[in-house]
């Protein structure tokens, strides 16, 4: 992958592919543990393609697009407007074969750049699962800090899952600019 990464809005006919991605970064086997596998949740994960449409059309989130010079699709990442300066950032992934090496510090960064400008957002907002935790150390140097809240697992929606009891997922923010 040579040269600048080359960003672009979602459309409907984009579901299907970014879906996919999505769902198979998700579902990434990685040997460092606390990153992207390490409890088997990755292999249960699925993301219904409502939902990739219901971000695609609605008009408080862009599903932003990156690619490289050659037009291959990298990755993805969402940008959510949740009110006046705040936002949240959504499905960050990258191609099984592009990670490690840097594009999604490049992603979540246009991703913060595109939300000041576009909804002039100022605290960004995410989630992690709490096992995750060089995940939540990733999140940590790019700026995000834990708020001390967590959002429950939803258990329901993998009812076949291993997942321990005392999973969930832990909130953390960050400010990018001068709030009002």
């Known amino acids: 992958m040579a040269g600048e990464l080359q960003f672009r809005v979602a459309t409907v006919?984009?579901?299907?592919?970014?879906?996919?991605?999505?769902?198979?970064?998700?579902?990434?086997?990685?040997?460092?543990?606390?990153?992207v596998d390490n409890l088997g949740l990755g292999a249960a994960f699925r993301l219904k393609l409502?939902?990739?449409?219901?971000?695609?059309?609605?008009?408080?989130?862009?599903?932003?697009?990156?690619?490289?010079?050659?037009?291959?699709?990298?990755?993805?990442?969402?940008?959510?407007?949740?009110g006046p300066g705040r936002g949240r950032i959504i499905f960050l992934?990258?191609?099984?074969?592009?990670?490690?090496?840097?594009?999604?510090?490049?992603?979540?960064?246009?991703?913060?750049?595109?939300?000041?400008?576009?909804?002039?957002?100022?605290?960004?907002?995410?989630?992690a699962l709490s096992a995750r935790t060089l995940l939540i150390s990733w999140y940590t140097r790019r700026g995000y800090a834990k708020t001390g809240e967590t959002t429950p697992f939803p258990r329901d929606a993998l009812p076949d899952s291993v997942a321990p009891e005392d999973l969930y997922f832990v909130e953390m923010e960050k400010i990018v600019g001068p709030e009002s």
Do not use: C
């Not at 862009?62 to 990755?75: I, K, P, Q, R, V």
């Not at 191609?95 to 246009?110: F, M, N, P």
């Open 50 to 82: 409502d939902v990739v449409l219901g971000i695609i059309n609605d008009a408080d989130s862009d599903m932003l697009m990156a690619f490289d010079n050659d037009g291959t699709l990298l990755g993805t990442v969402t940008v959510a407007h949740k």
């Open 13 to 35: 006919d984009d579901a299907e592919p970014l879906r996919q991605l999505i769902e198979a970064a998700f579902r990434a086997e990685d040997s460092r543990e606390g990153w």
């Open 93 to 127: 992934a990258i191609q099984k074969e592009h990670q490690q090496g840097g594009l999604g510090r490049k992603i979540l960064a246009h991703a913060e750049d595109y939300g000041q400008q576009r909804w002039g957002i100022t605290r960004f907002g995410l989630n």
